[in-house]
């Protein structure tokens, strides 16, 4: 259904070094070990920050402040470095399938609109 070219070799974490060092490049001006909000960063990344936080994250809320691994999915975006995208996607649908709040679970975007697609009268 959903093949993002990834393989079960590529990394899920990368050195927080290259990470922190390819932000400052990118124009980052918030504390460096404190949380990394997207308007932290220059107007030139600002806007890849917002898609990638708004098409990836499963949060609910807080948009402006981005999460590790979407900070790792962006930094090896740029550098053109391989990425497991799909395990990190599984791994967190998998932690708040387990959380127990059975009111909704929390999924990036597009697998909602994965799900339209599939099931067009739900």
């Not at 490049?25 to 997207?38: Q, V």
């Not at 550098?79 to 395990?87: F, H, I, T």
């Not at 649908?93 to 009111?103: L, Y």
Request: net charge neutral; aromatic share 12%.
């Amino acid at each position: 259904m959903l093949d993002l070219g990834d393989s079960d070799n590529d990394p899920t974490i990368i050195p927080e070094r290259l990470a922190k060092g390819l932000w400052c490049r990118m124009g980052f001006t918030g504390h460096i070990n404190g949380k990394i909000l997207k308007t932290s960063f220059s107007h030139a990344y600002k806007f890849m920050v917002h898609c990638v936080v708004h098409a990836l994250s499963h949060r609910k809320g807080a948009y402006d402040e981005t999460s590790d691994y979407i900070m790792n999915i962006i930094t090896c975006l740029i550098l053109n470095r391989p990425y497991n995208v799909s395990q990190v996607i599984f791994d967190y649908m998998a932690e708040n399938a387990r959380a127990g709040n059975k009111q909704y679970i929390m999924y990036p975007s597009f697998v909602q609109m994965m799900i339209d697609d599939q099931f067009k009268d739900l």
